[in-house]
């Protein structure tokens, strides 16, 4: 008879670590929120010279923890017409593979929950799934707002899926791996895949915020146009399981990007004292998340029009670009990354200084002939 | 003792069935896509166990599932298309109710 | 391991049939439009439970995020009354059971009594670089042909839905 670690029979073991794995995950993914809300309302109120949260606790650190158990405590409302059985899965379809997301990502060497060799590719396939729950939701709420959410939601996440694949491709060519621990290995001695793919690292950065729903993309819960987009008809908390998994997915993201382009846990010391890998894969990854903070307290949001054509005419040219000039870069100089490293920040600046002057021709032909078309009516009548 | 390729077999030809009944039965058109969704993923299914368990040399069978996948998204896409452009002009999705072309 | 495998075979089986049973027999569309997802990550599972890791990952990339999400547009934009007689009392039903089961008993019975050569050889674990090189090497032309299919399947389905110029003024930009 086969025994498993501990001396456990593996009939038993095997249901026991998936629990023991869930819970870790869970306990990362509430803590992660926690820290994730007062960090984001802290830092908001610093931006917009207000004082935020201060009032529980020392500077205000319990207000989210109370906020919480106010969630916890709410009355479990569903409203009459709603769909009943798309409106109960809907916040566990959008969860679920945000939580199973954690179960690659190397926080340290030998610190990983598995090590597949499929690792960015299972990663990808968990992000794609998060739109059918919004979808879902936005349908089941039996509410314009919501189904109008829930549409733009579906648009933009399955366009922005798109250049964000394509930007993980020019990564996996330069590691010559899909392993997240094999990619992070890959980026030893501070050869970090940001210098040698910045564009990537833009395009993959920007397709994120789509994908989470952050600002400035986010459309589907703009609270000027549609109340709260597929979230209205949600209270207590089954909004709270759908806010957690927003948090959660900024901190997966962020985590993608700090494996893939900053070089995960590798950092000085971390050779001696491999504790020290938690330590900087958790700085990197919350830089990243401030960035993205930061950048919500920043800039308007998009018009839906000007998202779709950002990302059909600008995002995914410049990935497949990209992938293009990287691909016959390394088969040209298989031993060196210098070249590839060079056109990547050439084609980056191209594409930082060429996008805001063709969306701003465009605007102008767009204007144009609006203008004609309101002289021609004008004359008509 | 590995699972045997039978099992997948059994569970892909069930599955292949049901779909094809669907087919049959339901007449809203939707639903037919998907139960045409049903048929495709049944045939992946023993695609890939033959693949995995008789391939040879590589992975041929598993390339068929891919064009496999190529297919059924450009069949969902045009196939809904369709019942769209249906539905605007006589509003129903019901087959039985689509009879223009009925002699 | 063993015992694992063969729940988890046991468990996906019974999902995988089950949800293809509720997709056909559920009244509501909405419904039948979530167990096909259900069966589609099912799918996935017995591909995972094939070694097939990455076959599994576009399962559920293209089935469950892009398929389904299409479908249930499709359950959206039309309208899904009650439909007004019953699944199993139809004209086409009996010529369906005779048609369905004439292909259906050999092909089943022929599945169940199917017996693993033997010493056929087993692939190692994972699929990920035989995969690519046949796509890439063997079937690079179909692969690029595939590609062509679906622009192609992607203009006609918007040119189908397309409204007239008319009612456009306000939708293109």
Avoid at chain 1, 156 to 185: A, R
Avoid at chain 2, 17 to 30: S, T, W
Wanted: hydrophobic residues 60%; contains cysteine; proline residues 4%.
């Amino acid at each position: 008879m086969p025994v498993g670690p501990f001396g456990l029979d593996p009939l038993i073991w095997a249901p026991l670590r998936l629990a023991l794995a869930v819970g870790l995950a869970l306990f990362l993914v509430l803590n992660g929120a926690l820290a994730q809300i007062y960090l984001e309302r802290k830092l908001q109120a610093i931006m917009q010279d207000r004082l935020g949260p201060i009032h529980v606790g020392p500077q205000g650190l319990l207000q989210t923890l109370a906020d919480a158990i106010k969630l916890l405590a709410k009355e479990d409302v569903r409203a009459r017409l709603t769909d009943k059985w798309f409106f109960l899965a809907a916040p566990s379809i959008v969860f679920a593979p945000m939580l199973a997301s954690y179960a690659v990502l190397p926080f340290a060497k030998d610190f990983v929950g598995v090590d597949l060799n499929v690792g960015v590719l299972y990663l990808a396939t968990l992000g794609s799934m998060t739109v059918l729950g919004i979808v879902i939701a936005g349908w089941a709420s039996n509410n314009k707002y919501s189904l109008v959410g829930g549409m733009r939601s579906a648009g933009q996440l399955i366009s922005y899926e798109v250049p964000q694949l394509l930007s993980l491709i020019t990564v996996v060519l330069v590691s010559g791996s899909l392993s997240m621990v094999q990619i992070t290995e890959s980026q030893h001695d501070f050869r970090i895949n940001l210098f040698i793919l910045p564009l990537a690292f833009v395009t993959y950065f920007i397709a994120a915020l789509a994908e989470t729903n952050r600002n400035p993309f986010d459309l589907p819960e703009a609270e000027s146009e549609l109340v709260a987009g597929f979230l209205t008809e949600y209270s207590g908390m089954r909004w709270g399981v759908f806010f957690l998994a927003e948090y959660g997915e900024v901190t997966v993201v962020s985590a993608i990007l700090t494996t893939l382009w900053l070089g995960g846990w590798s950092g000085p010391w971390v050779d001696s004292l491999p504790i020290l890998g938690v330590a900087y894969f958790t700085l990197k990854t919350y830089l990243i998340v401030l960035v993205f903070m930061w950048i919500r307290a920043t800039l308007p949001r998009f018009r839906i029009d000007q998202l779709m054509s950002f990302c059909w005419k600008s995002l995914i040219p410049v990935t497949i670009a990209n992938i293009l000039v990287t691909a016959v870069l390394l088969l040209a100089f298989p031993t060196t990354r210098v070249p590839v490293a060079v056109a990547n920040w050439l084609m980056l600046g191209a594409f930082v200084v060429a996008i805001p002057l063709l969306q701003r021709r465009r605007l102008a032909g767009v204007r144009a002939r609006l203008r004609a078309e309101a002289e021609r009516r004008a004359i008509a009548v | 003792m590995t699972i045997p390729l039978a099992a997948f077999i059994a569970v892909s030809a069930l599955l292949f069935f049901v779909g094809a009944a669907g087919v049959l039965v339901r007449r809203n058109a939707v639903v037919i896509l998907m139960c045409v969704e049903l048929m495709l993923n049944a045939a992946n299914l023993a695609l890939v166990a033959f693949s995995r368990r008789l391939g040879l040399i590589d992975e041929r069978g598993s390339v068929f599932v891919v064009f496999v996948f190529v297919v059924a998204a450009a069949e969902v896409a045009v196939g809904l298309a369709i019942v769209l452009a249906m539905y605007r002009n006589r509003p129903t999705v019901d087959l039985d109710e689509v009879q223009q072309m009925r002699g | 391991m063993d015992g694992i495998g063969t729940a988890l075979f046991a468990v996906l089986a019974l999902g995988l049939v089950g949800g293809g049973l509720a997709v056909v027999l559920v009244n509501r569309i909405t419904a039948a439009a979530l167990f096909m997802a259900f069966t589609f990550l099912c799918n996935a599972g017995m591909f995972l439970l094939l070694g097939a890791e990455v076959i599994a990952m576009f399962q559920v990339i293209i089935y469950v995020g892009a398929i389904t999400v299409l479908i249930i547009f499709g359950v959206m934009l039309t309208p899904q009354g009650d439909r007004r007689y019953g699944l199993f009392f139809q004209k086409q039903t009996p010529v369906a059971a005779i048609v369905l089961a004439a292909v259906a008993i050999p092909v089943v019975v022929f599945a169940f009594s199917f017996r693993d050569p033997t010493g056929a050889p087993h692939l190692a674990p994972g699929d990920l670089k035989a995969l690519t090189t046949s796509i890439f090497v063997d079937y690079a032309v179909p692969f690029e042909i595939a590609s062509i299919l679906l622009l192609a399947a992607m203009v006609g389905a918007i040119v189908l839905v397309k409204r007239e110029s008319d009612d456009a003024a306000g939708g293109e930009r």
